[in-house]
């Protein structure tokens, strides 16, 4: 009877198919010195389109499986070239919209906590008396250095502070 292939042998053999259909096959030779286990460890799984955090569950409906920094570094020593495709959604991609959901969230809890206070006291000023879009005047900058003291002036060439007109 013949021996089935394991998970991590179809894994890597879904990999290795991947590439041939990007155009980029790894040579056999070169696939029979690597093991299915350092394969399956040059992709890592992104969830997407729901992220994690956003409640996105950890079914592969719910994700992806893109090329990491060691699959890109492994197959350059094999002459392949990938793009590092996780660390480029990371940045180009998920950064800037958990940015944009966290300060969406802080909006939302700002306006809820100022209505929840506004219903126990009506007449409370809570904020938000200015016009929507109008940005309160900014104060004057300290100069980050001290004034000289009343009745001193600087003298240059001593580099001292002393008593002026006595």
Sequence with gaps: MRRLFNTTEMLALAIYRILEMRGTPVPHEAQKKISAHNVIKWMTGD???????????????????????????????????????????????????????????????????????????????????????????RRMQSRGFQKAPDGTKFNWRTKRYERSGE
């Excluded at 002459?79 to 590092?84: D, F, Q």
């Excluded at 929840?116 to 809570?126: G, I, Q």
Aim: no cysteine.
């Design 47 to 137: 969830h997407y389109p729901i992220r994690y955090e956003m409640g996105g569950s950890t079914h592969p409906s719910n994700g992806q499986a893109l090329f990491n920094a060691r699959g890109v570094r492994e197959l350059a020593k094999l002459g392949i070239t990938v793009e590092n495709e996780h660390a480029t959604k990371t940045y180009r991609k998920d950064i800037p919209e958990i940015a944009r959901s966290k300060r969406l969230v802080a909006t939302r809890e700002i306006e809820e906590n100022r209505k929840r206070l506004l219903a126990k006291n009506p007449e409370a000023d809570y904020g938000h008396t200015e016009e929507p879009g109008k940005k309160p005047k």
